[in-house]
């Protein structure tokens, strides 16, 4: 089965919040109390996600947490990266050397096709289409 880890999924909440008003700087505990997670998940979340480069961080009495980019230019692909590393859904689909059949393997590029693939269809969708209201069309572009 394929899926992401909890802080994953409670990371694309907080920066789903964060794209609702993309131009605001954010306390960890405003943004706890927003969606009603717990500060230290949320204060670890910012962390990582400062790291990775889709936040900024600001010390001081203003200070905060703040969008790097504008929402449309952060991806799925991007979010469960910087929380989950590399995606590959086996392991010879993102690092050579792994797997100890790789060298007798007939279907490893079959497997990298399908790894880009749905790399490709998280990475066509960001935080703003996450934001709009469910449709048909959310659902054709993750099937092109």
């Keep these: 089965m394929l899926r992401v880890s ?10 789903a919040r964060m794209a609702r ?4 700087t954010f306390s960890a505990a405003a943004l706890a109390e927003a969606v009603a997670l717990p500060v230290s998940t949320v204060r670890k979340l910012l962390k990582v996600l400062t790291r990775h480069g889709l936040l900024n961080s600001c010390r001081g009495q203003q200070g905060g ?3 790097a980019r504008p929402p449309q230019r952060i991806s799925l692909a991007d979010i469960i990266e910087a929380l989950e590393g590399p995606l590959g859904l086996t392991e010879c689909s993102f690092q050579h050397g792994l797997c100890q059949l790789e060298a007798r ?4 590029s079959q497997w ?3 790894n880009q693939v749905i790399y490709g269809a998280l990475a066509r969708v960001s935080l703003v289409e996450l934001l709009a209201k469910p449709s048909n069309k959310s659902i054709a572009l993750l099937n092109t």
């Design 6 to 15: 909890k802080l994953t999924d409670y990371g694309t909440v907080v920066l």
């Design 21 to 24: 008003e993309p131009e605001r």
């Design 65 to 67: 947490y703040q969008l």
């Design 105 to 108: 393997c007939h279907i490893r």
């Design 112 to 114: 990298q096709d399908v």
